[in-house]
């Protein structure tokens, strides 16, 4: 009887962490999805913008009954650029939150998605070492949207994030100051099926991106090649 309720309580925690791990990697297939689709915006990302992130942090069906009760309202994945200040291709995702604070649109019942654009090394540090609340320790703001917009704005030259949101097909910039922003790393174990850090999958350049990650990695390299700020900062 004992070895009867072993093995039953043993199937039971196997068969929940296959769950577990089945859904985040859903949710990192959804980023995939989600990048694709606002790629595909006429009126999506400037060119510019894209080609001058370090990191790229896409959070999908963020609801709004999440922001009335204050609790954890975003599970997303954060992708950088590898190798030595950020200057070589798309790595290997880790899984982040975005959780409180408010935001500066009204949502609807419609789900929304959410992508943010780390735009320089201090912001990317910033979010790979610990939790941080946009606004405070990380400046973030609207980020300008059209593929002729400039990059050289107000918004883009100050802030360490640029964040934009999707909502009934309407792609614009959105403010997120009051949120927090941290590495989700029992998401991560479940995705990789062992414990990284965000730092470790990031910075190390040796984490292999996991199946459900690629069409993630292939949008960003299709669309975002290169980091031309490193070349930009050379000329200067």
């Given at each position: ?6 093995l ?39 060119q510019?913008?894209?080609e001058?992130?370090?990191c ?11 922001f009335?009760?204050?609790?954890s ?37 419609q ?12 912001g ?12 405070g ?5 609207a980020?300008?949207?059209?593929r ?10 100050r ?8 909502t ?7 403010s ?13 174990q ?30 960003l390299?299709?669309?975002?090649p ?5 070349k ?5």
């Amino acid at each position: 009887m004992i070895r009867k309720i072993t093995l039953t309580v043993c199937f039971m925690l196997l068969a929940a962490a296959l769950h577990a791990a089945n859904k985040e990697q859903e949710r990192l297939e959804n980023c995939g999805v989600v990048m694709q689709e606002i790629m595909n915006v006429p009126d999506n990302i400037p060119q510019e913008v894209m080609e001058k992130a370090e990191c790229v942090i896409v959070f999908p069906s963020v609801l709004k009954a999440a922001f009335v009760v204050g609790a954890s309202y975003g599970r997303g994945a954060m992708v950088c650029r590898t190798g030595e200040h950020f200057r070589g291709r798309w790595g290997a995702p880790a899984m982040f939150a975005l959780e409180g604070g408010s935001v500066g649109f009204q949502i609807g019942g419609q789900a929304t998605d959410l992508v943010l654009l780390v735009m320089n090394e201090r912001g990317a540090d910033s979010i790979l070492s610990s939790k941080v609340k946009l606004g405070g320790d990380a400046s973030v703001a609207a980020g300008p949207v059209g593929r002729d917009a400039s990059a050289d704005t107000d918004a883009y030259m100050r802030s360490e994030i640029l964040s934009y949101s999707r909502t009934r097909g309407l792609f614009a910039g959105v403010s997120l100051e009051g949120s927090t922003l941290r590495p989700d790393d029992d998401a991560t174990q479940d995705v990789y099926g062992r414990k990284l850090t965000a730092r470790e999958i990031v910075m190390g350049g040796k984490v292999r991106v996991p199946e459900s990650g690629r069409h993630l990695i292939a949008v960003l390299d299709k669309n975002s090649p290169r980091n031309e700020s490193r070349k930009e900062s050379a000329r200067k």
